[in-house]
């Protein structure tokens, strides 16, 4: 696979405080690199030093060129941050990018893939934050970029319109688009990307295919137990167990020792409300990587949006 970028030892600190201690990775051409992290892990930072948006040390090609003299019209980038004009429509907002380069996506068919044909005439205003979010990635697709690079481009859109983008992103990349992006949810790596990089403390823990991090990191299957009511002390059972979400999560146990989890809880005066066998995922993974939960902007999705998706609704619903 011919690399797209290449970056090596991408290194940034502001003041004292290192947002990327010399982070090295390539990127492959049709790959899917998601990049997943804490608050203040160093996502963006990278996103923008691998764009050449803000100044890094360490080195960054792409299509085999420095990232400062490389045609920026085959590179699409949403930032984190993005305040278009907001008095202008959808439909203006995505011809002004479209205008600025020479070669350009039907501005109706960007319309369409963001699921906002029904919307183009209504200010960037008076849209929902989901639709606006939505706007702001059609400004990245709009000159056909060969590479796609998104920081978080589906926060803030609800579940059908996230859906949406996923499946436009999956069809970008079938027809050869590499795509860099941030996220916080990963059921959107899991479903999205080639290879996740988990970053914390601006270093990048692991870079791997979602199902190689899980099989290394995410530990066995586990027994998680909702109570009647919040456990208050984590029992000793003797099997490993956590507090979760007001869950106990039991790790190592096989399904011949289920019972004996039960009894030992009943002699512990807990009386278990349900019990769920669950596989390990990118969760795991990230709570064993960073010693934190995926928390604040990634709250674990309904299982259903992994599932296959329902067109946007046109109004978004997501105000
Ligand atoms: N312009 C800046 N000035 C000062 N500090 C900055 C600046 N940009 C980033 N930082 C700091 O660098 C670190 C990494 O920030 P960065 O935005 O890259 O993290 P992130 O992983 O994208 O976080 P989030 O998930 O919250 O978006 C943080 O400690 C942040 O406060």
């Known amino acids: 696979m011919t690399d797209v970028l290449v970056a090596r030892d991408l290194a940034r600190t502001y003041g004292d405080t290192v947002a990327l201690a010399g982070v ?15 608050n203040g892990a160093g996502k963006t930072t990278l996103v923008r030093a691998l764009t050449g948006t803000t100044d890094a040390e360490g080195a960054v090609e792409l299509f085999g060129e420095s990232s400062r003299t490389v045609n920026r019209s085959r590179i699409g980038l949403l930032p984190q941050s993005f305040d278009p004009p907001a008095r202008l429509t959808a439909r203006e907002l995505i011809e002004y990018y479209a205008g600025l380069y020479d070669h350009t996506r039907d501005v109706a068919a960007v319309l369409s893939d963001v ?3 029904d919307a183009t005439g209504t200010a960037y205003e008076d849209l929902s934050g989901g639709q606006q ?10 000159n056909d970029p060969d590479l796609l690079v998104l920081d978080e481009p589906t926060t803030g859109i609800d579940p059908a319109g996230r859906r949406a983008v996923w499946r436009l992103l999956e069809g970008l ?13 990963m059921a959107e790596v899991e479903r999205l990307a080639d290879r996740v990089g988990l970053l914390s403390d601006g270093e990048l823990l692991a870079l791997d295919a979602p199902q190689a991090l899980i099989d290394e990191y995410g530990g066995q299957t586990r027994l ?4 009647d009511g919040e456990p ?14 007001g869950r106990l999560v039991v790790h190592d146990v096989s399904p011949t020792e289920i019972g004996a989890v039960v009894d030992r809880l009943t002699d512990s005066g807990i009386t278990p409300a349900s019990l769920t066998w669950r596989e390990p995922d990118m969760e795991d993974v990230y709570l064993e990587l960073t010693g934190t939960a995926v928390g604040h902007g990634g709250d674990p999705l309904d299982p259903t949006e992994l599932e296959a998706a329902s067109p946007v609704a046109a109004d978004g619903g997501e105000r």
């Open 173 to 185: 990349a079938d027809t050869g688009t590499t795509i860099v992006l941030t996220t916080h949810y």
């Open 232 to 245: 208050q002390t984590t029992p000793s059972i003797g099997f490993e167990t956590t507090r979760s979400d």
């Open 224 to 227: 998680v137990i909702d109570l």
């Open 24 to 38: 090295s990775l390539s990127v492959g051409e049709g790959e899917v690199l998601g990049l997943v992290g804490p």
């Open 133 to 142: 979010r939505r706007v702001c990635v059609g400004t990245a697709l709009v």
């Open 115 to 117: 699921g906002l044909e």
